[in-house]
């Protein structure tokens, strides 16, 4: 069975450095699902304008066709509400994990403060938290993303059994 991760939460919760971590411990590829998104969805965000559920379905749908095609797979993905989560599920080909990396207002947007060359502006934070419909224990591993970056991963390798799923 391949492996079909997603990183999830509100931007600058930290899923493309997450991601990046976990592909290297479980020698898997990591794909930021950011680079899924349409030019005009960017341009959008860009501007401070929130996606609306009409902007996002086709990105879902790049999201569980990669996953998909190119399973096994972490990517990178904001699935904020059980929709999204769902449409990704249906499309994917297979079973999906989400990992839900979860953090307070105030350090998401402290980290999204400090990072540059990124289009989501902080202005778009409190839409993000809005949008979440956090996911019970029936839906993703949750993650406290307070702790240092090596016991984020190491939660997420002992949830999932450590072992290399390809």
Request: aromatic fraction near 4%; include cysteine; glycine fraction near 10%.
């Amino acid at each position: 069975m391949s492996l079909r991760l997603v990183i999830m939460g509100v931007a600058g919760c930290g899923k493309s450095t997450v991601g990046a971590a976990l592909s290297e411990q479980l020698d898997i590829p990591y794909q930021d699902g950011d680079d899924l998104h349409s030019a005009e969805a960017v341009r959008k965000m860009s501007s401070g304008t929130p996606l609306a559920d009409d902007d996002r379905w086709p990105w879902l749908d790049r999201i569980a066709e990669t996953l998909r095609n190119e399973a096994p797979l972490i990517i990178g993905c904001s699935a904020l509400r059980r929709a999204y989560r769902d449409r990704i599920r249906a499309g994917a080909g297979g079973d999906v994990t989400f990992v839900h990396l979860a953090g307070d207002r105030d350090l998401i947007a402290s980290r999204m403060a400090s990072r540059a060359g990124h289009y989501m502006p902080l202005s778009l934070l409190d839409s993000q938290f809005a949008t979440l419909e956090r996911p019970g224990p029936d839906e993703a591993i949750e993650v406290a993303i307070e702790q240092p970056m090596e016991a984020i991963v190491g939660q997420v390798l002992s949830t999932l059994g450590g072992s290399r799923n390809d």
